[in-house]
Nanobody, 116 residues
């Protein structure tokens, strides 16, 4: 099993920045990629960003150029730096980890609210 604990959410004005952190513990040797998903009100959950063990990254089109995913292997921690935030970025952000094809593990989620 893998445990994921997020932190760093909050309320920010449009144009501002936030950094989310996700600390992983447990059977982390089984993980081959980590990501951040978000659930916006009234919308389907979506993958925002992912990073592989090799450091390859992918982003949703809606956040390209504004969000950056990174990892600190020594701390078993993944970060999501969010800049130029927009109201449509509001939602619950979940740290996720994949041990294969699917996103097998999910954190409890952290709320991000972007106000006008």
């Amino acid at each position: 099993q893998v445990q994921l604990v997020e932190s760093g959410g909050g309320l920010v004005q449009a144009g501002g920045s936030l950094r989310l952190s996700c600390a992983a513990s447990g059977s982390i040797f089984s993980i081959n990629a980590m990501g951040w998903h978000r659930q916006a009100p009234g919308k389907q959950r979506e993958l925002v960003a992912r990073i592989t063990n090799g450091g390859n990254t992918n982003y949703a089109d809606s956040v390209k150029g504004r969000f950056t995913i990174s990892r600190d292997n020594a701390k078993n921690t993944v970060y999501l730096q969010m800049n130029s935030l927009k109201p449509e970025d509001t939602g619950v952000y979940y740290c996720t980890a994949s041990a294969g094809t699917w996103w097998n593990y999910w954190g409890q989620g952290t709320q991000v609210t972007v106000s006008l």
